[in-house]
């Protein structure tokens, strides 16, 4: 039991949120809702680079006056900094997806992907 | 029939990536450091009572030559060993906000979003709230070599003040002016500390500055000033973002 | 009950919280549940002893991409009402 619960943990719950994402992109015809998939795909690789650090029994990669022994025992904090760098860039592309999508519906009064591209729905 | 294929495309890519990340689970939980890092970093210590101390002894609050005495080891990741990094990130960051800028700056149908008529108490709350979280923010971000928090999270507070004054008055107006010119002046300063850094000591933003003690406010050297820096170029972006979205009178 | 059982339970609410907000109708529950299921990864990031990330993830991720998307929303909204 123990051993499934790793594997949901680590490996295919951070997966399954990612894929939730790619089927949402798959799927939807609204350009908000193409928006919020992408930003699904970004929790679900972010969990996965942090699970990559993960010890157990370690503590966070601060060093303080009580808590930390050596910088052994410590987290590691190369995955922490990455996704850190990921979540800002995240925020940067969504800002200037929206102010995409703001202008694409000034000009075709629509947020229909199907609508847009002219494409009769079957 | 346009979900079924969905779904089989999904289950597709989860049968590829699944079966390949099955072998690898051994490296979580038992995740061995010492493959990863050298042996200065892994005998750090900054306590008393640890088992390393004859080998490297560094206290906390006295040591004085721990490589860039930042206590926050992300932090000295993101701003000091790759320090390069976070000025590309802060350059997608300004190249997005131009986009931004670009697309809906000179719109005409870019109107101010008027919300129903704020309550008095929402209005003066609003004006006493504004300075006390801006004041968090720099916390955030000056005391960020020594606690969890940074530039990046700092930034965003203070440009969630600005947020916080445009939904609670119909009239409040930022000046995007002067954010624009600290922007502007804070990303130079960065480019002019990485420059100074390859005249003194021959590599671009090494650390020129003394490195103090670690546990202590001014400490670590450059990366202080550098995440002020960036903490106050985030604030600027981001106010000028809300700005841009909220849309001009 | 140790640290990683929690950490299982949390990432199967992102999960259900994710599907939520690709799958319902309206546009301003799905922007909720996506910063429901933000809100939960920064929970998910505490456990697994990385703050600094759970900080921005909660500034950023919460807050500020939340409040862009309904900006947006208000945007087009008004866009809709004008014409």
């Not at chain 2, 490296?27 to 493959?35: E, F, G, M, R, V």
């Not at chain 2, 670590?220 to 979205?245: D, M, R």
């Not at chain 3, 991720?61 to 900006?71: D, P, Q, R, S, V």
């Amino acid at each position: 039991m123990g051993e499934i619960i790793n594997y949901w943990t680590f490996i295919y719950g951070p997966l399954a949120i990612f894929l939730v994402g790619v089927y949402g992109l798959l799927t939807q015809k609204n350009l908000f809702k193409l928006v919020i998939s992408i930003n699904i795909m970004d929790l679900g690789v972010n969990l996965y680079i942090i699970a990559l650090g993960y010890m157990d029994n370690a503590s966070a990669p601060i060093y303080t006056a009580k808590l930390a022994v050596t910088s052994s025992r410590f987290v590691d904090p190369v995955p922490q900094a990455l996704v850190l760098t990921s979540i800002v860039i995240s925020v940067a592309v969504t800002a200037f997806v929206l102010a995409l999508v703001i202008k694409n519906y000034e000009k075709y009064n629509t947020l229909d992907l199907i609508k847009i591209k002219g494409i009769e729905n079957d | 029939m346009k979900k079924f294929w969905a779904i089989i495309t999904v289950l597709l890519i989860l049968f590829f990536l699944g079966s390949g990340l099955i072998p690898d689970l051994k490296i979580y939980k038992q995740n061995n450091l010492s493959q990863k890092t050298g042996k200065v970093y892994l005998n750090r210590t900054v306590n008393d009572d640890s088992p390393f101390k004859e080998i490297d002894k560094k206290l906390y609050g006295e040591a004085n030559d721990v490589e860039n005495n930042a206590a926050n080891s992300v932090t000295s990741v993101i701003v000091d060993y790759r320090a390069l990094d976070t000025l590309g990130e802060v350059t997608v960051l300004f190249l997005a906000i131009t986009g931004v800028i670009a697309l809906l700056g000179k719109s005409k149908k870019n109107n101010r979003i008027l919300f129903e008529k704020p309550n008095y108490i929402l209005n003066a709350s609003s004006k006493i709230l504004l300075p006390l979280i801006v004041l968090f923010g720099f916390y955030i971000f000056i005391h960020g070599h020594i606690t969890p928090g940074g530039g990046f999270q700092g930034g965003t507070i203070v440009a969630a003040s600005v947020l916080m004054m445009y939904f609670a008055q119909n009239n409040y107006k930022l000046k995007n002016n002067r954010m624009k010119v600290l922007e502007s002046f804070s990303g130079l300063s960065f480019l002019i500390f990485g420059l100074l850094g390859i005249f003194i000591m021959g590599d671009f933003l090494q650390n020129f500055l003394e490195l103090g003690i670690m546990g202590k406010l001014f400490s670590g050297g450059l990366i202080p000033i550098i995440y002020i820096l960036v903490g106050l170029k985030v604030s600027a972006e981001l106010s000028n973002v809300v700005y841009e979205f909220m849309g001009e009178e | 009950m140790n640290s990683l059982y929690i950490a299982s339970i949390f990432i199967f609410v992102v999960f259900v919280l994710s599907i939520l907000a690709i799958e319902s109708k309206n546009i301003l529950k799905s922007i909720l549940f996506l910063s429901a299921a933000s809100i939960f990864t920064a929970i998910i990031f505490v456990v697994w002893k990385a703050p600094d990330v759970a900080m921005t993830e909660a500034a950023i991720g919460a807050g500020f991409t939340t409040f862009l998307f309904f900006i947006a929303y208000f945007k087009v909204d008004k866009l809709e009402k004008e014409n």
